[in-house]
């Protein structure tokens, strides 16, 4: 197991798509800092720090991207034969893949939440990280907690997304099928307030958990999900373990 962690480390770091993915990432952060320093009435500072300079969001679309691929890459290249002639099993090699995508999107947040800050007291001296937001939040303690959601409901996005890639044997589908299903859960979660507005049992779906980040960014929006923030914590967990599984059982019946 150790070894397959191992292997599947090296090719994470020693692939060029990698390093592009987290320049690309640091790049936007120093463009949206720069706009929001030359044109300060398109883009307010304290707005811009706080929305971490868009890299939460660039972070999401490199994992889609790795999480979509780093399964749907072994059947296309054929190397998932080489890993089960060694004898490892499938649970093995699924739960490793697993710990990777984990690892990888945790520090994508805290490289771009570490940057962010290094933007801000670089061309932002005077936003000040201390002032209140509202509902006893500063604008730092806000931050972390809006970026420690992110990742959480990041998390059960990319289960999904996983689920989905055990799907396709084409690197280029899975991560297609992986942009798109993004875009159409996020349509589909802002429409199901409506839906949980006429009938309340529909809260518990999956979908009403990937607005938890939005909720921890907007308490006021558990009067429209009608969950409080701690139990789509929960859920969000419950749900990303249940995709995770189903992900699974997907992958050990693949044929290869």
Known sequence: MLQL????????????????ALGVMLGVQVLIAILAKGVPDFLDATNAVSGNFMGSAIALFIMIASAASIIAMEFQYGTILQLLYRKYYRSQVFI???????????????????????????MFPKV??????????????????????????????????????????????????????????????????????RWEW??????TMLLFGQQVASPDLSKLTHLSTGVMAGGSVVYTIIFAGIAYAFFRKRSV
């Not at 191992?6 to 390093?19: A, D, F, I, R, S």
């Not at 999904?160 to 992986?178: D, E, H, P, R, W």
């Open 96 to 122: 490793s893949k697993i710990i990777v995508i984990i690892g990888q999107a945790i520090c994508l947040w805290v490289i771009q939440f570490a940057f962010t800050m290094l933007l801000k007291v670089i």
């Open 128 to 197: 000040d990280l201390s002032q209140s937001i509202g509902h006893g939040q500063t604008l730092l303690s806000g931050m972390v907690r809006g970026n420690a959601s992110e990742l959480l409901s990041a998390m059960l996005l990319l289960s999904i997304v996983v689920l989905l890639s055990t799907l396709f044997k084409s690197n280029a589908a899975a991560i297609t099928t992986g942009y798109i299903g993004y875009f159409v859960i996020q349509i589909a979660s802002s429409m199901l307030l409506l839906v949980i507005d």
């Open 5 to 20: 962690l191992k292997q599947e480390l090296y090719k994470l770091v020693h692939k060029t798509g990698t390093w592009i």
């Open 202 to 207: 529909v809260k518990w779906n999956p979908l």
